[in-house]
């Protein structure tokens, strides 16, 4: 295919030909892609498609198709063909275009001819450039755009109550969405009824008299990490919603859409990303159940036939819409999927039921692995919540038991004292001197 060029155009010419045909046979057949036509459009030089049909054709490349830098194989300089310009007869198409203009016209054409045979002669000045390019603010300058900035914050800090005032954070940034109804279907065996609540946005004057810098919420001493009054109405909502365990640790509410997809968007706060990326994490729990098929099937069976398929086509959503109940997540199947899929922790709490979620076959690749905590409110919505320190772990789920892998146990052994401290607050009598095993706590 390349004989017909060999001698005539450039060696780099005939290795991009070579590391195309390479690229065509080895990448574009086998991921089934598009060619983008590059070589052609920017070396000009047949790209793979270009290629392949010549091979289908049994044809040459022919010369015509390579650029003619390419062809030039001596260092000698060009020879410009000077072509001979006729003065009087393009000065006469001139004058033929101004004499059918307009007044004005011709003598804006006059000025601009004359501006380029004599530049000083034209009317247009040169723009301004200042020579003091750092613009360095004054003191003054500086204290006043800090005094405005402080303005600015003060102001934000006072809207905060403000009607449309929707989300429950430690900043006053955020806002939440309408309000919310259930999106959570418990799985079988768990405890609660799993019935829809709606719940309506609370409303909330703001005290005129009341002062608002660096003031402590009123429930403080149950959420002692919680400082300042933007979290007044998380903690009078959901404060009974979340175990008392929980409380001295939790620095972070967030509410999120309640469109069905409150798991989700809950999981992507937790990761870091904002609520609406939730189709992402939908995306890569399919993948993640779907490149381990056996391993899942074999797990989410455990107790009845048929739920692979089901909690994978409750993962399945492709629009933006809300979903129904029957995509909802569901705990604690999804949850080992998300632990599994971005090696992390998933705490789940709720008054009736709490439990902890292990990565089922992977050991920790992080000395500090990530937590992340969805708290189950209203009987039927997922929010997110963000938990500091040493905090108690609840037990860990009995699938994840079940099914774990002999690297898996790694998580166990690092949360050890957790887990014992949790399950010392929830069985005072037991005896703290004696450290139990998971399997123990469980039985």
């Known amino acids: 295919m390349l004989d017909n060029l060999r001698g005539k155009v450039s060696h780099e010419a005939l290795d991009l030909l070579a590391k195309e045909l390479l690229r065509k046979m080895e990448v574009l057949r086998k991921l089934n892609a598009s060619c983008g036509c590059h070589m052609w459009l920017s070396n000009g030089l047949p790209c793979a498609c270009r290629l392949e049909n010549y091979k289908c054709t049994g044809r040459m490349i022919q010369l015509d198709d390579i650029d003619v830098f390419w062809r030039k194989l001596d260092l000698l300089p060009c020879k410009l063909v000077d072509e001979e310009v006729d003065v009087v007869t393009e000065l006469n198409n001139v004058r033929q275009h101004l004499e059918a203009q307009s007044p ?36 003054k300058k500086v204290q006043e755009r800090l005094d405005e900035a402080a303005r600015l914050d003060e102001a934000a800090r006072h809207s905060s109550y403000s009607e449309d005032s929707n989300i429950y954070t430690a900043s006053p940034k955020h806002r939440y969405d309408l309000p919310r109804h259930s999106s959570y279907v418990p799985s079988e065996g768990s405890r609660g009824t799993g019935s829809v609540i709606k719940s309506e946005k609370p409303k909330m004057q703001r005290n005129s008299s009341t002062s608002y810098k660096n003031k402590e919420t009123r ?30 640790y939790i620095s972070r509410i967030q509410d999120v859409t309640p469109d069905g997809h409150c798991g989700y968007r809950s999981v992507a706060v937790g990761l870091g990303f904002t609520e609406h990326v939730w189709s992402n994490i939908r995306r890569d729990l ?158």
């Open 286 to 443: 399919l993948l993640e159940i779907d490149h381990n098929k056996a391993r899942w099937k074999h797990v989410f069976e455990t107790y009845n036939k048929g739920d692979f398929e089901r909690i994978r086509k409750s993962i399945e959503w492709h629009s933006l819409k809300a979903c129904g109940p029957s995509h909802w997540m569901e705990m604690p199947q999804v949850g080992l999927l998300v632990a599994q899929r971005f090696n992390i922790v998933l705490h789940v709490l709720s008054i009736e039921w709490s439990t902890n979620i292990f990565p089922l076959t992977d050991a920790p690749l992080d000395p500090q692995p990530q937590a992340i905590t969805l708290v189950h409110v209203d009987r039927g919505h997922f929010i997110h919540a963000k938990l500091e320190g040493d905090y108690p772990m609840p037990l860990a789920t009995p699938l994840w038991l079940t099914h774990q892998s002999i690297a898996a146990e790694r998580w166990e052994e690092m949360y050890r004292p957790r887990l014992q401290h949790y399950y010392e607050l929830i069985n005072p009598k037991v005896d703290k001197d004696r450290e139990l095993s998971i399997n123990e706590i469980e039985d």
């Open 219 to 248: 429930d403080d001493k149950g959420f002692p990490l919680m400082k300042g009054d933007e979290h007044l109405l998380s903690i009078e909502r959901f404060k009974d919603q979340i175990p008392s365990e929980f409380h001295s």
């Open 104 to 139: 004005v016209q011709q003598k804006s054409l006059l000025s601009k001819i004359k501006a380029v045979f004599n530049p000083k002669s034209s009317t247009k000045k040169p723009p301004i450039v200042h020579q003091n390019t750092r613009c360095r603010p004054t003191s």
